[in-house]
């Protein structure tokens, strides 16, 4: 087979001063161009970093000046040149370039500006997601992504759950009739998978110990900063556990992931300018009583049983900085798979993970009686003949269990400190964005 004359030797960070004199070649593409008249800098980018290129005019030939001049931003090349020490360069490293290959030039003037020295708005940067990925900070943003998942596999997996993958076309609704995504499917109608809920339950009596890293799809009409209409559910389920040994795994779990990326990720960190601090376990466990009390306090009234709207959450997540639970849920506001207290029914075993003002995770014991299932699909006007492939699964030996999901993209805003999810997303979705 015949080699590429345009193939790399190297990635520009494994380019270092002690090379001098070696003969490279890189390929990638041109970040920023500086011209100062007699000698013109070239920012060549490829995935692991940036190096510069000089090309002194009166030493390059003619052929390889005429290219360097041709060049514009984005354009993508090879580049074949001799290493050289130099103090001043931004590595004490630069290349002057002996032959130039372009691979591909960019249509000029590109949509934005790539060393976002002019800031787009977000709308114009999703319009041209595939080139607002070329800065460093978005990509930063998709390393930590990166690390958050290996983290988690790596924690699941050493702690002996196996990983599933459940279906995403579906006959039934999972977490309650609205928000769902009808399909056509064939002659029939279906629906987008809201959560692996009902699936990851059943598989326990297999499996035990499930995780799921999948997509979930919810019509979600709120346009919202935190709000997707497709993002990633990463979820857990657990046999002979209750909501308490669940949630323990859920805050050694975080403290693994933030201990991972502040790890491993430095450099990302630093790009983006954002502090991760590892947090103490366990975090604080604050009851819906003590939350609702406390927001009494700061003027925000709600009534026993209501849900905390977004503004009452702004004010607690104030109060509590950090990582918390909110335990002891009315039953009534939880979904229908979560248990009810045995001693007081009203209030149930489901939980939700905050961090600051964001709800990062829900969860709680399940439901293992079959009877006392179908009670509680009834009191949530959902129709037990719906769910009869699931029920069936309560035939046959359904032990007590519990579980949670995270919120993929959630856990990213919180470990990069972007403020928009849809930046947590390569391509997102939402109420208005179909495209890319
Ligand atoms: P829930 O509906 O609370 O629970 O979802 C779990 C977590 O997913 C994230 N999340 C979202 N992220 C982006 N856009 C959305 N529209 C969106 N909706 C939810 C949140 C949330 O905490 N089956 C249960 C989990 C369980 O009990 O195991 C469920 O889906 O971070």
Same mark, same amino acid.
């Given at each position: 087979?015949?080699?590429?004359?345009?193939?790399?030797?190297?990635?520009?960070?494994?380019?270092?001063?002690?090379?001098?004199?070696?003969?490279? #070649? !890189?390929?990638?593409?041109?970040? %920023?161009? @500086?011209?100062?008249?007699? *000698?013109?800098?070239? /920012? &060549?980018?490829?995935?692991?970093?940036?190096?510069?290129?000089?090309?002194?005019?009166?030493?390059?030939?003619?052929?390889?000046?005429?290219?360097?001049?041709?060049?514009?931003?984005?354009?993508?090349?090879?580049?074949?040149?001799?290493?050289?020490?130099?103090?001043?360069?931004?590595?004490?490293?630069?290349?002057?370039?002996?032959?130039?290959?372009?691979?591909?030039?960019?249509?000029?003037?590109?949509?934005?500006?790539?060393?976002?020295?002019?800031?787009?708005?977000?709308?114009?940067?999703?319009?041209?997601? #595939? !080139?607002?990925?070329?800065?460093? %900070?978005? @990509?930063?943003?998709?390393? *930590?992504?990166?690390? /958050? &998942?290996?983290?988690?596999?790596?924690?699941?997996?050493?702690?002996?759950?196996?990983?599933?993958?459940?279906?995403?076309?579906?006959?039934?609704?999972?977490?309650?009739?609205?928000?769902?995504?009808?399909?056509?499917?064939?002659?029939?109608?279906?629906?987008?998978?809201?959560?692996?809920?009902?699936?990851?339950?059943?598989?326990?009596?297999?499996?035990?110990?499930?995780?799921?890293?999948?997509?979930?799809?919810?019509?979600?009409?709120?346009?919202?900063?935190?709000?997707?209409?497709?993002?990633?559910?990463?979820?857990?389920?657990?046999?002979?556990?209750?909501?308490?040994?669940?949630?323990? *795994?859920?805050?050694?779990?975080?403290?693994?992931?933030?201990?991972?990326?502040?790890?491993?990720?430095?450099?990302?960190?630093?790009?983006?300018?954002?502090?991760?601090?590892?947090?103490?376990?366990?975090?604080?466990?604050?009851?819906?009583?003590?939350?609702?009390?406390?927001?009494?306090?700061?003027?925000?009234?709600?009534?026993?049983?209501?849900?905390?709207?977004?503004?009452?959450?702004?004010?607690?997540?104030?109060?509590?900085?950090?990582?918390?639970?909110?335990?002891?849920?009315?039953?009534?506001?939880?979904?229908?798979?979560?248990?009810?207290?045995?001693?007081?029914?009203?209030?149930?075993?489901?939980?939700?993970?905050?961090?600051?003002?964001?709800?990062?995770?829900?969860?709680?014991?399940?439901?293992?009686?079959?009877?006392?299932?179908?009670?509680?699909?009834?009191?949530?006007?959902?129709?037990?003949?719906?769910?009869?492939?699931?029920?069936?699964?309560?035939?046959?030996?359904?032990?007590?269990?519990?579980?949670?999901?995270?919120?993929?993209?959630?856990?990213?805003?919180?470990?990069?400190?972007?403020?928009?999810?849809?930046?947590?997303?390569?391509?997102?979705?939402?109420?208005?964005?179909?495209?890319?």
């Amino acid at each position: 087979m015949k080699t590429e004359n345009w193939k790399r030797t190297h990635y520009t960070m494994e380019i270092t001063p002690n090379m001098d004199g070696e003969e490279v #070649v !890189l390929t990638g593409w041109i970040k %920023e161009i @500086r011209d100062l008249g007699g *000698i013109k800098f070239l /920012i &060549l980018r490829d995935k692991e970093g940036t190096l510069q290129i000089t090309v002194p005019k009166d030493e390059v030939d003619e052929h390889t000046l005429k290219h360097a001049e041709s060049l514009q931003r984005q354009d993508c090349v090879s580049i074949r040149g001799v290493v050289k020490r130099m103090d001043k360069a931004p590595r004490g490293v630069e290349i002057i370039p002996k032959n130039m290959i372009i691979l591909n030039m960019a249509k000029q003037p590109l949509p934005l500006d790539i060393t976002g020295k002019t800031p787009a708005d977000i709308d114009v940067r999703l319009d041209a997601r #595939v !080139l607002d990925l070329t800065r460093d %900070e978005n @990509r930063a943003v998709f390393q *930590i992504r990166h690390a /958050i &998942l290996e983290a988690i596999r790596d924690f699941l997996s050493k702690n002996g759950f196996i990983e599933i993958h459940t279906p995403k076309i579906i006959a039934s609704a999972t977490e309650g009739g609205a928000n769902l995504f009808p399909v056509m499917y064939f002659e029939r109608e279906a629906f987008l998978a809201q959560s692996p809920q009902l699936y990851k339950e059943q598989l326990v009596i297999d499996f035990e110990k499930v995780y799921e890293i999948g997509p979930t799809f919810r019509a979600e009409k709120s346009h919202t900063r935190r709000h997707l209409t497709e993002f990633i559910s990463v979820d857990i389920e657990v046999a002979f556990a209750t909501a308490e040994d669940v949630m323990e *795994i859920a805050e050694r779990l975080i403290q693994y992931i933030c201990k991972m990326v502040v790890e491993k990720r430095r450099g990302d960190l630093k790009t983006l300018k954002y502090k991760v601090e590892v947090p103490e376990v366990p975090f604080k466990r604050l009851t819906y009583d003590e939350v609702v009390n406390e927001l009494k306090d700061a003027g925000i009234k709600i009534s026993w049983g209501e849900d905390i709207p977004t503004i009452a959450y702004r004010t607690l997540g104030r109060l509590h900085p950090y990582f918390y639970f909110i335990i002891d849920w009315p039953t009534s506001i939880k979904p229908f798979y979560i248990k009810p207290r045995d001693d007081k029914p009203e209030i149930s075993e489901g939980f939700d993970l905050m961090w600051h003002w964001i709800e990062i995770a829900s969860g709680g014991t399940r439901i293992h009686d079959k009877d006392l299932l179908i009670k509680r699909l009834r009191e949530q006007n959902l129709n037990p003949e719906s769910f009869r492939f699931h029920l069936q699964a309560f035939d046959y030996g359904m032990p007590p269990h519990a579980g949670w999901a995270i919120g993929l993209e959630r856990l990213v805003m919180m470990l990069t400190g972007v403020r928009n999810i849809r930046e947590a997303v390569l391509f997102p979705r939402d109420r208005f964005r179909l495209t890319p």
